[in-house]
């Protein structure tokens, strides 16, 4: 059992790293200024919504006057369109160049943003819902706790995910993994053998062959 115990404190150790390096690269992000930079974009691009709608109305009401004044006029005056035209697609396009480049740059930043709190999210998960509460549970002997464990494994989207995301294995073969040592009194060494050999996940993997090497 101390290599089990030694597998999941190795867990816990690179979860807590990896957590630390997120919140290292999220707060290097706030002191040179791309947070607050990200979040003036997103204000930015909230203010040229609202001009693109208004230069949109404000040229469809002239050009409508335009029109108006030429057709009730139009033995007196003869007003051009070309140059209100131009003006129109002027007042429109530059504030959507504007927008695209402005995009590409935003993007950049909340992608980094986006996957390092992602990144410190999901070890947060994984330590606090499964590692953690695994270790208490073996070192106490906890098999009520191990069962519910194995059972939030199953039914719970958000721990499963985080798993998965953090490569640490597949969520259903861990839960079957712990329930295999819940019963394992029982004439269940086949299943145990098959279990092992696709179990990716090393703490449990280590767990089910403690159990063979006892037999």
């Known amino acids: 059992m101390e290599k089990v115990f030694e597998e999941i404190e190795r867990r816990i150790k690179r ?3 990896e ?20 979040q003036i974009w997103e204000k930015r691009e909230s203010y040229l919504e ?4 208004f230069a949109v109305i404000w040229i469809m009401m002239g050009l409508m006057l335009v029109l108006y004044i030429k057709n009730k006029y139009v033995q007196r005056i003869t007003p051009p369109l070309t140059p209100y035209l131009i003006l129109a697609l002027v007042l429109i396009f530059l504030p ?7 995009f590409m740059h ?28 695994l270790k208490e549970a073996l070192e106490k002997g906890d098999e009520e706790k191990l069962c519910y464990i194995a059972d939030n494994l199953l039914t719970s989207p958000r721990l499963a995910k985080a798993i998965e995301e953090t490569n640490e294995g597949d ?14 009194d029982k004439d ?16 449990l993997k280590v767990l089910l062959s403690f159990l063979l090497e006892r037999d």
């Not at 957590?19 to 992000?29: G, N």
């Not at 959507?96 to 402005?102: R, S, V």
């Not at 269940?188 to 703490?203: A, F, G, M, Q, S």
């Open 96 to 102: 959507l160049i504007y927008m695209l480049w402005d």
């Open 50 to 53: 609202y001009y693109l709608v």
């Open 106 to 133: 935003k993007e950049e930043i909340e992608n980094s943003l986006e996957y390092l709190n992602k990144k410190e999210k999901n070890a947060q998960i994984v330590l606090n819902e499964f590692y953690r509460p």
């Open 15 to 17: 979860l807590e790293a």
């Open 19 to 38: 957590i630390e390096l997120a919140e290292k690269r999220l707060k290097l992000l706030e002191e040179t200024g791309a947070a607050y930079k990200y």
């Open 188 to 203: 269940i060494k086949d299943e145990i053998e098959k279990t092992v050999k696709i179990l990716r996940n090393k703490p």
């Open 171 to 184: 969520p259903k073969v861990m839960a079957y993994a712990l329930y295999l040592y819940l019963n394992r």
